[in-house]
């Protein structure tokens, strides 16, 4: 199975601030990775798909990057409605599998 | 708009059976493939499988092979996850989540609202 390191495990920013969230793969997985912000007691909506492209209607403060094992997501200018879980999951290879999540508070 | 609503929450007693209806609308239920993520308290998100609605046949991660199942009710846009034989530990939120298509790299674009269900004696 491909492993996903996720880190931070939890963040606290303040308003206006950039956050970057990163996630390693075991394996390159080209590309093939989604991130998605749970708030707490919802479901799980997705951000970004194929490392970079954005989700229709998702803020373009959000934004994707990286190749190979190493990818990230970054958020410009964190807002209080940004406060969530977020998850990165690849979809390269059965069994899909997603990082350990990270916790982003507002500082 | 695109909707998955999936049933109530769930108390049974361990070795019952719980079955879990995810409705969609909003779309042509065939075109897209269902999945299902486990998320036990105060955890991270699991990916159990995946049915596909054309064929109905289902694809298992290995954690969830034997005593999970998925099936669907495709005439009415229905995804069913029935997990047999309960253990303490299959206490969790279940999501039935939309399969994207290749072109936007298989992600889960739409998701239920989740159900609970709690095993306990």
């Known amino acids: 199975d491909i492993q996903m390191t996720q880190s931070p495990a939890s963040l606290a920013a303040s308003v206006g601030e950039t956050v970057t969230i990163t996630c390693r793969a075991s394996e390159n997985i080209y590309y093939s990775l989604a991130w998605y912000q749970q708030k707490q007691g919802k479901s799980p909506q997705l951000l970004i798909y194929n490392a970079n492209s954005l989700e229709d209607g998702v803020p373009s403060r959000f934004s994707g990057s990286g190749s190979g094992t190493q990818y990230s997501m970054k958020i410009n200018s964190m807002q209080p409605e940004d406060t969530a879980t977020y998850f990165c999951?690849?979809?390269?290879?059965?069994?899909?599998?997603f990082g350990g999540g990270t916790k982003l508070e507002i500082k | 708009q695109i909707q998955l609503v999936q049933s109530g929450p769930e108390l049974k007693k361990p070795g019952e059976t719980v079955k879990i209806s995810c409705k969609a609308s909003?779309?042509?239920?065939?075109?897209?493939?269902m999945h299902w993520v486990k998320q036990a308290p105060g955890k991270g998100l699991k990916w159990m499988g995946w049915?596909?609605?054309?064929?109905?046949?289902?694809t298992y991660a290995d954690d969830f092979k034997g005593r999970f199942a998925f099936s669907l009710e495709t005439s009415a846009s229905t995804a069913y996850l029935q997990i047999n034989n309960l253990k303490n530990e299959d206490t969790a939120t279940y999501f039935c989540?939309?399969?994207?298509?290749?072109?936007?790299?298989?992600?889960?674009?739409?998701w239920g609202q989740g159900t609970s269900v709690t095993v306990s004696s």
């Open positions: 049915i596909n609605t054309e064929t109905g046949e289902p």
């Open positions: 909003g779309y042509t239920f065939t075109d897209y493939s």
């Open positions: 989540a939309r399969g994207a298509t290749a072109r936007r790299g298989y992600a889960m674009d739409y």
């Open positions: 999951k690849q979809a390269y290879d059965v069994p899909w599998t």
